[in-house]
């Protein structure tokens, strides 16, 4: 989808300390071979935080960009657990965050789209922004992933996942950067990829590790691997193209491209041969000492090229994004300030 005139008034992230791979790997935590296939440097750790706290926090810094912007529209996104069960987190960010919240007539979302829940945010946040003629819109992602549940070495193969969180607000008055176009495309036949023997009647063992790799050895006993490679990279190019069309660009005209924050293996064969991009263009030597922070991959990283000056005026920035379900999302960027 085209925008003409959605603008990234405010934009910021939270990370943690970075915890060493090869220190995890000398604990016993991470396996040396997978280690050494997916080649990451560390990952960001934030021991004891809860996801909404984290959201809450950077949606304050990126409101601290430029004028005060009343908020209508907050929308949330995380993968796994955010704090409470039975419980509305996007309310909760909104409370905590923004104290006229209740005065406002605030409106509170929540996406779940798994890694793709970031651009899918983003995208239904510009589709506000463009709606609204009067506040803006805030759009958050945040993820904490704590053992002994989610084991983030050990639990899915070809990422690590991280903690960590990203905050965005959307307007209609010219801000630091402008939404060009945001696309997204869905492919629910390969929902059992990640399902295991789901759906279940009670909610898994917390105690127990999630085996996200037990649940694709299910799926891929009946299914062709080709088959489910040849779906994922076909996707991935298609949104793509979407979004880039819709900007009115092409692909050798953007300047950056933010992927997933994977390991190399996934990195080389579903983003960089894909599009024949070389690595600079890309944010791989930074998302390598992160690693995958759930669904705020993209954000973080598009704040991280704004706030180091990576991404001089003029600029364009293609985020692309992926997540189990299966859902693709990709969104380009023009930086204006």
Same mark, same amino acid.
């Given at each position: 989808?085209?925008?003409?005139?959605?603008?990234?008034?405010?934009?910021? /992230?939270?990370? @943690?300390?970075?915890?060493?791979?090869?220190? =995890?790997?000398?604990?016993? $935590?991470?396996?040396?071979?997978? #280690? %050494?296939?997916?080649?990451?440097?560390?990952?960001?750790?934030?021991?004891?935080?809860?996801?909404?706290?984290?959201?809450?926090?950077?949606?304050?810094?990126?409101?601290?960009?430029?004028?005060?912007?009343?908020?209508?529209?907050?929308?949330?996104?995380?993968?796994?657990?955010?704090?409470?069960?039975?419980?509305?987190?996007?309310?909760?960010?909104?409370?905590?965050?923004?104290?006229?919240?209740?005065?406002?007539?605030?409106?509170?979302?929540?996406?779940?789209?798994?890694?793709?829940?970031?651009?899918?945010?983003?995208?239904?946040?510009?589709?506000?922004?463009?709606?609204?003629?009067?506040?803006?819109?805030?759009?958050?992602?945040?993820?904490?992933?704590?053992?002994?549940?989610?084991?983030?070495?050990? /639990?899915?193969? @070809?990422?690590?996942?991280?903690?960590?969180? =990203?905050?965005?607000?959307? $307007?209609?008055?010219?801000?630091? #950067? %402008?939404?060009?176009?945001?696309?997204?495309?869905?492919?629910?036949?390969?929902?059992?990829?990640?399902?295991?023997?789901?759906?279940?009647?009670?909610?898994?063992?917390?105690?127990?590790?999630?085996?996200?790799?037990?649940?694709?050895?299910?799926?891929?006993?009946?299914?062709?691997?080709?088959?489910?490679?040849?779906?994922?990279?076909?996707?991935?190019?298609?949104?793509?193209?979407?979004?880039?069309?819709?900007?009115?660009?092409?692909?050798?005209?953007?300047?950056?491209?933010?992927?997933?924050?994977?390991?190399?293996?996934?990195?080389?064969?579903?983003?960089?041969?894909?599009?024949?991009?070389?690595?600079?263009?890309?944010?791989?030597?930074?998302?390598?000492?992160?690693?995958?922070?759930?669904?705020?991959?993209?954000?973080?990283?598009?704040?991280?090229?704004?706030?180091?000056?990576?991404?001089?005026?003029?600029?364009?920035?293609?985020?692309?994004?992926?997540?189990?379900?299966?859902?693709?999302?990709?969104?380009?960027?023009?930086?204006?300030?």
């Amino acid at each position: 989808m085209k925008h003409d005139d959605v603008y990234i008034t405010g934009i910021a /992230s939270v990370l @943690g300390q970075r915890d060493p791979v090869r220190e =995890a790997v000398a604990r016993g $935590d991470y396996d040396p071979d997978d #280690a %050494a296939e997916d080649d990451l440097e560390s990952i960001s750790v934030i021991p004891g935080a809860a996801p909404t706290e984290l959201a809450a926090r950077a949606l304050g810094e990126a409101l601290s960009f430029g004028e005060d912007r009343r908020i209508d529209t907050l929308i949330h996104t995380g993968i796994h657990f955010q704090g409470q069960d039975y419980w509305t987190p996007a309310a909760h960010i909104a409370r905590t965050a923004l104290p006229d919240a209740a005065s406002s007539r605030l409106t509170t979302l929540e996406i779940r789209q798994a890694s793709n829940g970031g651009l899918a945010a983003l995208h239904t946040g510009a589709l506000f922004a463009a709606a609204n003629s009067g506040g803006a819109v805030a759009v958050t992602a945040a993820d904490v992933f704590a053992q002994p549940h989610f084991d983030r070495y050990r /639990s899915d193969k @070809g990422l690590v996942l991280a903690d960590g969180a =990203a905050a965005v607000v959307l $307007d209609r008055s010219s801000g630091i #950067a %402008a939404v060009r176009s945001s696309a997204l495309i869905g492919d629910p036949s390969l929902e059992p990829l990640y399902a295991g023997d789901a759906p279940r009647p009670l909610p898994n063992d917390p105690s127990t590790r999630l085996d996200l790799r037990g649940r694709k050895d299910i799926y891929l006993a009946d299914h062709p691997i080709e088959e489910a490679i040849a779906k994922l990279t076909g996707a991935t190019e298609e949104v793509l193209r979407i979004a880039l069309e819709d900007a009115d660009c092409k692909i050798d005209q953007i300047d950056r491209f933010v992927f997933p924050n994977t390991g190399r293996g996934i990195a080389e064969w579903k983003f960089l041969s894909q599009y024949g991009i070389d690595e600079d263009r890309t944010l791989w030597k930074w998302g390598r000492t992160v690693g995958h922070i759930g669904a705020a991959d993209q954000l973080a990283g598009l704040h991280h090229l704004i706030s180091t000056g990576a991404t001089p005026k003029g600029s364009l920035v293609a985020l692309c994004s992926s997540g189990i379900g299966f859902n693709w999302g990709a969104a380009i960027i023009e930086i204006i300030a």
